[in-house]
C-alpha cells in the first residue's frame, strides 16, 4: 500500500497524514503550503500533525492548492469526516451527454488519423473509424474486443511484434504506469494492470522497478511496420480541463499524427478505400 492509502485508514488522525503526504508528493514545505493558500504556518503544522481539525472548506482549499486529483480529494474529505464532494458519473450518463458529443466531434476531428479515448486503466471506450481502420489492418482477427492500450502494446501476440523499437516505447510507458500506480491512492486495477504488463515474456527486468530518472515525455514517437508498409506516427495525450466529475477528470484522449509525409498520404488513401 502507499503511504496515503495507509493513512486514509488511521482514523480521525489521518486527514493530516494524507495532507503531509501530498504537500512532500508537490515538494513544498508547510510555508510555501501555507503562503500559496494563505492561512498560517502554525495552522498547516497543527493540521498534519493532528492538533487541528480542517473545516470542509479548508480540505478543499488545501486539496487545490497541492493540485490532488478529485479521486484523491473526495479520500482527502472521507477522512476528515465529511462527505465526498466529487461525482464519479458513468460516461454514459445523461448528464454526460454534452461531454460525450464534445469527445465524438474531437474524435472525428482527427480522421483520417487515429484517435481513442482512453479511461484511467488505459482500457479504450471510444475510437474513431481511422483507429478502428488502423487496429483492424494491423491486428486482423486478433484485435480484442475490449481493447486496452498497455496490453495492445506489450502482447507478443498483438502490437508489439509491429513496433519498432519496441523496448524504448515501453519504457516510457511502464514508466507512467509505475507513477499511476504508486501515487496517493493504491488503485488494485492499476497495479494489477503493472503487474500483468512486466509479466509479458520478453519485457526486461530492469522494468520492473521505477526509474524516476525517465521523464515523462508528452509527445511519444512510434513507428509501426505491417508486412512491406511502415507507419510512422507520433501521440500526444490530453485530458479535459477543469473537470468536476471524477469520471472525466480521469478521461485520456490520445491522438496519432503522422510524423512523415508518408504516413499522412497513407493514411489519406486508405481512408477512402
Known sequence: ?????????????SIGSLLQYWRKARNLSQLALATEADVSPRHVSFLETGRAKPSRDMVVLLATVLRVPLRERNLLLLAAGYAPLYQEARLDAPELGPVRAALELILKQQEPFPAVVMNRHWD???????????????LGARAPAKP???????DPELLRPLVEDWEVIAEMLV????????????????????R??????????????PNLGVPLVP???VRFRHQQTTYDYFSTVTT??????????????????????ATERLARAEANE
Open 1 to 13: 500500500m502507499t503511504q496515503a492509502f495507509e493513512a486514509g485508514r488511521d482514523g480521525a488522525s
Open 124 to 138: 479504450i471506450l471510444e475510437m474513431n473509424q481511422a483507429a478502428k481502420r488502423f487496429f483492424g489492418k494491423l
Open 148 to 154: 486496452n492500450v498497455l496490453r495492445l502494446m506489450f
Open 175 to 194: 514508466e507512467r504506469l509505475h507513477r499511476e500506480a504508486t501515487g496517493g491512492v493504491k488503485d488494485a486495477p492499476t497495479v494489477a494492470l503493472l
Open 196 to 209: 500483468e504488463i512486466l509479466a509479458y515474456p520478453g519485457v526486461p527486468a530492469r522494468l520492473r522497478r
Open 219 to 221: 509527445v511519444l514517437p
Open 240 to 261: 479535459l480541463g477543469t473537470p468536476q466529475d471524477v469520471t472525466l477528470e480521469e478521461l485520456r484522449i490520445e491522438c496519432f499524427f503522422p510524423a512523415s509525409p
